[in-house]
C-alpha cells in the first residue's frame, strides 16, 4: 500500500495548485495523509478527489474545516498504528509536542506538519515524520512531501520527496 503524506499546503494563499510532483503521487497512491494547514475547504475537497484523505486540523484553517477534522487522530493500516497531528502550540519544538501527542497510546509513526521543516527520526522507538510543505518552503532549499509503503505492520519505509 502507498499512502502520499503531506501537510501545510496553504493553499490558495500560497500557490495556485499542488504541484506536479505531488499530483503524480496523489494519483499513485492509495490513501493521503495531511497533517493540517489546508488552509480551506476548498483544498480538502480537492484532494479527496485524489482519494481517500485523513487529516487533521492545523492552526490556519479556516473554521469550517476546524468543524470537519479533529486535532488529532490514529489511523490503522495494514497493522500499522500511525498518529497524526498537526504539532502547534506553545512551549517545546513542534516535535516533542508532536512527540506527547501520543504518548497516552502506543503507535508506529507520528506525522506531523507546522514547522514546514522536513523532519525523519526516532524518538524512543517511534518515528516522527514531518513531510516539510509542497507550496511553501519557507527558509528551506526544497518543496516536499512523502511516501509511505506499507508490506505489514514490520515492513514498511517512508521517504521525502523533495522538488524545486
Known amino acids: 500500500m502507498k499512502i502520499t503524506i503531506l501537510s501545510d499546503t496553504h493553499l490558495p494563499k500560497k500557490g495556485k495548485g499542488f504541484p506536479d510532483d505531488l499530483i ?10 495531511h497533517a493540517g ?12 478527489e485524489f482519494g481517500e484523505v485523513t487529516g487533521v486540523a492545523g492552526n490556519v484553517d479556516e473554521e469550517k474545516l476546524k468543524d470537519i477534522l479533529p486535532k488529532k487522530i490514529t489511523l490503522l493500516v495494514n497493522g500499522m498504528k500511525i498518529g497524526i497531528v498537526h504539532g502547534d502550540g506553545s512551549g517545546k519544538t513542534t516535535e516533542k509536542r508532536a512527540e506527547e501527542a501520543f504518548s497516552d497510546e502506543p503507535v508506529d509513526l507520528v506525522v506531523f506538519g507546522h514547522s514546514h521543516i522536513p523532519y525523519l527520526r526516532y524518538h524512543q522507538g517511534v518515528l516522527l515524520f514531518n513531510p516539510g510543505s509542497p507550496t511553501d518552503k ?5 518543496y516536499s512531501h512523502g511516501v509511505l509503503t506499507i508490506e505489514d505492520e514490520s515492513k514498511w519505509s517512508i521517504q521525502h520527496k523533495f522538488y524545486s
Not at 494547514?37 to 479527496?48: E, H
Open 24 to 33: 503524480n503521487d496523489l494519483k499513485e497512491c492509495e490513501c493521503i495523509i
Open 37 to 48: 494547514d489546508f488552509q480551506t475547504v476548498d483544498t480538502y475537497n480537492r484532494l479527496k
Open 138 to 142: 519557507r527558509r528551506q532549499p526544497m
